[in-house]
C-alpha cells in the first residue's frame, strides 16, 4: 500500500446521491461499502476509503455526508452499512447500535485571520456562545459585536463543543450551518466571526485559538490538555451481520493499519 496517498474524498456519484436521496445509502453484498453521517469525519474517512479502495479495487466505497444524526439514523434503518458519528452514542442510541471509536478530534475554535485574540478560557467561550460576552474588546480584541457561528442541532461537533462548554440547550447562535466547511467558509468571511470546527477540516483560511493556553494539536489532544475534543466513531447495527466488504473495511478501520491515514488526515489514532 502506498504510504503517502493524496487526500481524495471518495463521493457517491451524482446518480448514486440520487438514489440514496430515494432510497438512502442500500447495501449491496456484492462488493460494496456505504457509509453515511458526520461532515466533520470527511477528511479521515477520504483517507481512509482511498486507502482501502487501493488494496481493494474491487470494492466500492461510497461516503454519504449528511451529519452525524443523519448517519446514525441511517444505520437503525438499514440504509447503510457504517455510520460516522463526531460524537459518542447516547445511551437511548446504544441499546440498538455498537459504536466504535477509531479516532480523537480537536473541536478547534476558530475566528478570522484578522481577529487579534489569540487564547479564550473555555468560561470565555461558554460565555460568548450565551451571550453573556458580546464585544470583542472584552476579550482584549477590536471594539466589533462578536458573530458566534455554530452547527445545526443534529451535529455530531454541535454535541461535543455544547457538552464541553456547559452550553446545552442554552446557545445564541448568529447562524445555525449545516456543515463543517460552512463554518469555515463563514468565518474566513467575517472578520467579527468565532465559530468551532473539526481540526481535521480547519483551513488556513481562519485562525486557530490556543484554549487556556494550548493549541489543539496531536500531542495535546492525545495528552488530554487540549480540552475540546471528541471522539469520532463508526457505528454498526446491534444484532447485524455486516456484508463481507464492509466488515473488511471495519477491520481495517479499527486496525493499526489506519492510524497513519487518521494521522494525515489530521486527527490522532486512538491508542490501542
Do not use: H
Not at 41 to 63: C, H, Q, R
Not at 218 to 225: C, P, V
Request: hydrophobic share 35%.
Amino acid at each position: 500500500m502506498k504510504k503517502n496517498i493524496k487526500k481524495g474524498l471518495i463521493f457517491m456519484s451524482a446518480a448514486a446521491v440520487l438514489g440514496a436521496s430515494l432510497a438512502g445509502c442500500a447495501k449491496d453484498e456484492s462488493g460494496s461499502v456505504s457509509t453515511d453521517g458526520s461532515t466533520s469525519m470527511e477528511s479521515v474517512i477520504g483517507y481512509l476509503g482511498e486507502a482501502f479502495t487501493e488494496e481493494n479495487p474491487d470494492i466500492k466505497f461510497s461516503y454519504n455526508p449528511t451529519g452525524s444524526g443523519t448517519g446514525i439514523q441511517a444505520v437503525l434503518e438499514g440504509r447503510c452499512d457504517i455510520g460516522l458519528s463526531s460524537r459518542d452514542l447516547k445511551e437511548e442510541e446504544a441499546k440498538d447500535l455498537d459504536g466504535t471509536v477509531i479516532a480523537i478530534d480537536g473541536i478547534a475554535i476558530i475566528v478570522n485571520p484578522e481577529n487579534e485574540v489569540e487564547d479564550l478560557s473555555i468560561e470565555n467561550i461558554a460565555d460568548i456562545y450565551t451571550g453573556k460576552i458580546t464585544n470583542w474588546s472584552e476579550l482584549g480584541g477590536s471594539d466589533t459585536p462578536i458573530v458566534p457561528i455554530g452547527r445545526e442541532a443534529a451535529s455530531g461537533t454541535r454535541d461535543g463543543f455544547e457538552s464541553i462548554t456547559g452550553t446545552e440547550d442554552v446557545c445564541v447562535y448568529s447562524q445555525e450551518l449545516t456543515s463543517t466547511g460552512d463554518v469555515i467558509q463563514t468565518v474566513a468571511s467575517n472578520p467579527n466571526a468565532v465559530g468551532y470546527a473539526s481540526l481535521a477540516s480547519v483551513k488556513d483560511t481562519v485562525k486557530v485559538l490556543s484554549v487556556e493556553g494550548v493549541m489543539p494539536s496531536e500531542a495535546t489532544i492525545q495528552d488530554g490538555t487540549y480540552k475540546i475534543q471528541r471522539n469520532f466513531v463508526i457505528v454498526t447495527k446491534k444484532g447485524t451481520e455486516l456484508s463481507s466488504a464492509a466488515q473488511k473495511f471495519f477491520d481495517f478501520a479499527t486496525s493499526e493499519a489506519a492510524d497513519e491515514y487518521i494521522t494525515a488526515a489530521g486527527a490522532v489514532p486512538v491508542k490501542r
